[in-house]
């Protein structure tokens, strides 16, 4: 997952130097291993995690270490409806102008606690989707269907600033769901990059 980071090293680069911090927000917690290793690995990150199970959440702060701090926040709720909304908020000239739900959290679009504001308060610069699959029936073991559906990917992919990525964890035992998995991504991500398990959807230079 860290290779598409490379992707998009020029604008990572220029909110460094500018003191900026990168917005990035991973669905799908787990052990809480991926967020703390970047948030060790790269304290240029701004992290929101999101997690729709309450237990999870708690088995990784109970046995794997997991810990919020001011540039890495947990929010329990369901990540499909929280990343629409983070496209709405994009879409607004203000945060104001939504109304949001008790459960979506407004931090999403918040400045850091730590005094840096992020590169754009309107938009993701990192979008990673990493969430199991309950449900054997659809051939996917990462991620649920509802994360490969093509009104999602637009609205993820949507959610994005200029030059962020979405990158989603793909994981199938099936070839034939695999393959019908990136041909939808294609049609909303022209320039999408297939690592096989990992797939790389590159948002455009510049969004009017």
């Known amino acids: 997952m860290l290779t598409g980071l490379g992707l998009i090293i020029s ?16 669905v ?29 959440a708690d088995l990784a702060r109970i046995f794997f270490g997991f810990i919020e701090d001011a540039q890495m926040k947990l929010h329990i709720g369901d990540g499909v409806e ?19 739900r008790s459960e979506i959290p407004r931090t999403l679009d918040r400045e850091n606690q730590c005094g840096k504001g992020t590169g ?10 990493d969430v199991d699959s309950d ?12 994360f490969v559906e093509e009104s999602f990917l637009k ?9 962020g990525i979405l990158i989603l964890n793909l994981v199938s035992r099936s070839t034939a769901v695999h393959e019908m998995v990136i041909s939808r991504m294609q049609m909303v991500c022209p320039k999408l990059l297939n690592a096989y398990s990992i797939i790389l959807c590159p948002s455009d230079r510049s969004k009017s």
């Open 11 to 26: 604008e990572l680069e220029l909110l460094v130097v500018s003191e900026k911090l990168v917005k990035t927000v991973i």
């Open 28 to 56: 799908g917690l787990g052990a809480g291993l991926l967020p703390m290793f970047l948030r060790q690995r790269m304290p240029f990150l701004n992290i929101e995690v999101v997690e729709l199970d309450p237990i999870i």
């Open 135 to 146: 449900d054997p029936s659809t051939g996917l073991t990462c991620p649920h269907s509802n």
């Open 120 to 129: 754009d308060s309107k938009g993701v610069h990192v979008l990673i989707i």
């Open 155 to 163: 609205t993820a992919k949507e959610s994005l600033v200029a030059g």
């Open 82 to 100: 929280i990343v629409k909304e983070m496209t709405n908020i994009s879409k607004s000239s203000s945060i104001n102008d939504i109304p949001l």
